[in-house]
DNA sequence: CTACCGATATTCT
DNA sequence: GAATATCGGTAGA
């Protein structure tokens, strides 16, 4: 391969998404090997938080390619993803899983208790586990000098396998953007929109 | 392993 | 007020 990065990401996401399996993600001294990913296609996609238009919150995914889109989450988590697409387009992947490569007993420190398998098993254990908050919104992630780096593979991954996105529900919801590799870091499928609805007010 | 449930920012209605 | 790109604790099979 030897793309030049920056070309790569710049690419339809639904094709970049499965490319960055198997990349390395390096943030707080620890390096991550991604094995789940997903795919949300800007304004086009029901499923993505740009669907409403720009927002604060979203501007970044409206920028270049290559950057870090980190969100916070249902009040407590931090989420975080490449944006990609040319400029303007509002696409991204969101990182959902990987396995420490190094830096793991720095890992176990920032997460006691936690099994190794665990350790970035869903999007906001990734984050907790490499450190990553909002303070890294928008960080050049091909920047070697950058707090986040990204290093895609050489080559395309192998044993890829795609299916429909974790809770995303309503028209978006089969759309079979999300993909891994198989390891025991993949968080398990979870169908969309399970939440009970809350027991009807007297 | 599955199922429930609370915490709670951002955004939309 | 309600929904959401979630997790961790607890309970039970």
Do not use: I, K
Not at 27 to 52: K, M, Q
Request: with cysteine.
């Amino acid at each position: 391969m030897g793309d030049d990065p920056r070309l790569t990401l710049a690419g339809p996401v639904p094709e970049v998404a499965p490319r960055l399996l198997g990349g390395l993600l390096t943030a707080g001294g620890v390096t991550v090997r991604l094995t789940e990913v997903e795919a949300y296609a800007g304004e086009a996609d029901p499923g993505s938080h740009a669907f409403r238009g720009r927002t604060p919150r979203t501007q970044v995914m409206f920028g270049p390619p290559g950057r870090a889109y980190v969100y916070f989450s249902y009040g407590m988590h931090w989420c975080m993803n490449v944006v990609t697409g040319p400029d303007g387009t509002a696409s991204a992947v969101l990182l959902r899983a990987g396995a420490v490569v190094d830096g793991l007993d720095l890992a176990r420190e920032r997460r006691p208790g936690v099994r190794e398998r665990d350790l970035c098993r869903g999007p906001a254990r990734l984050t907790r586990t490499l450190g990553v908050t909002g303070e890294l919104d928008g960080t050049d992630l091909l920047d070697p000098a950058s707090p986040l780096r990204l290093h895609l593979p050489d080559a395309a991954p192998s044993g890829v396998h795609a299916g429909p996105r974790v809770g995303v529900s309503g028209d978006g919801a089969p759309t079979p953007w999300r993909f891994w590799v198989d390891d025991p870091s993949v968080s398990p499928y979870r169908a969309a929109a399970p939440r009970r609805p809350r027991p009807a007010a007297s």
